[in-house]
Antibody, heavy 119, light 112 residues
């Protein structure tokens, strides 16, 4: 059974950095990419991009270039999202997700990590 | 860029049928599959329809999806509404110009 378990909530000050984790289980980690999505309070879902779990090559949506880094530790089936120079508008729930086995749409989701950026 | 537009909210009574639309702009909605997600407060989204009209196992057949090329829209129809269907619903597809996933803004379904 596929599970994605994300790290706990974070409270950070503006200008700080944060690293979120997403641990996958129930399948061979390098078989499927990991995608990251953001949901600001009361808002909709935004796709941030994805990381190729075989090669480590990341792809970012245009709105998420520069301060966002995707990384992996394939030895423990973990994916990471690092956000630097945090701004109050980065306050959101961040989800990792994996696609359906025979499709290219998000089907397996982590439970989400709330990041709050406030002074 | 390809975008998806949904109504902000819809409401209907228990037992009735509701349809939520998802209109594509700057591209054909039929170019790629459309998915629909249900999101309850405080929870991650779950797939209720994939590839335009397919239901994952465990999703009741009260949920159905369709595509209307003439209006460049996708629709999610929920029949026999139950109070437990009250949630936010998002459509999702792809932007062929940059291979990005695209989501509609979400529709809040109230069952009252």
């Amino acid at each position: 059974q596929v599970h994605l378990v994300q790290s706990g909530s974070e409270l950070k000050k503006p200008g700080a950095s944060v690293m979120l984790s997403c641990k996958a289980s129930g399948y061979t980690f390098t078989t499927f990419a990991i995608h990251w999505l953001r949901q600001a309070p009361g808002q909709g879902l935004e796709w941030m991009g994805w990381i190729n779990t075989k090669t480590g090559n990341p792809t970012f949506a245009q709105a998420f270039t520069g301060r966002f880094v995707f990384s992996l530790d394939t030895s423990v089936s973990m994916a990471y999202l690092r956000i630097s120079s945090l701004k109050p508008e980065d306050t959101a729930v961040y989800y990792c997700a994996r696609v359906y086995p025979s499709g290219s749409f998000p089907h397996y989701w982590g439970q989400g990590t709330l990041v709050t950026v406030s002074s | 860029n390809f975008m998806l537009t949904q109504p902000h909210s819809v409401s209907e009574s228990p037992g009735e049928t509701v349809t939520i639309s998802c209109t594509g702009t700057s591209g054909s909605i039929a170019s790629n599959y459309v998915q629909w997600y249900q999101q309850r407060p405080g929870s991650a989204p779950t797939t209720v329809i994939y590839e335009d009209n397919q239901r994952p196992s465990g999703v009741p057949d009260r949920f159905s999806g369709s595509i209307d090329r003439s209006s460049n829209s996708a629709s999610l129809t929920i029949s026999g509404l139950k109070t437990e269907d009250e949630a936010d619903y998002y459509c999702q597809s792809y932007d062929n110009s940059n291979y990005n996933w695209v989501f509609g803004g979400g529709t809040k379904l109230t069952v009252l």
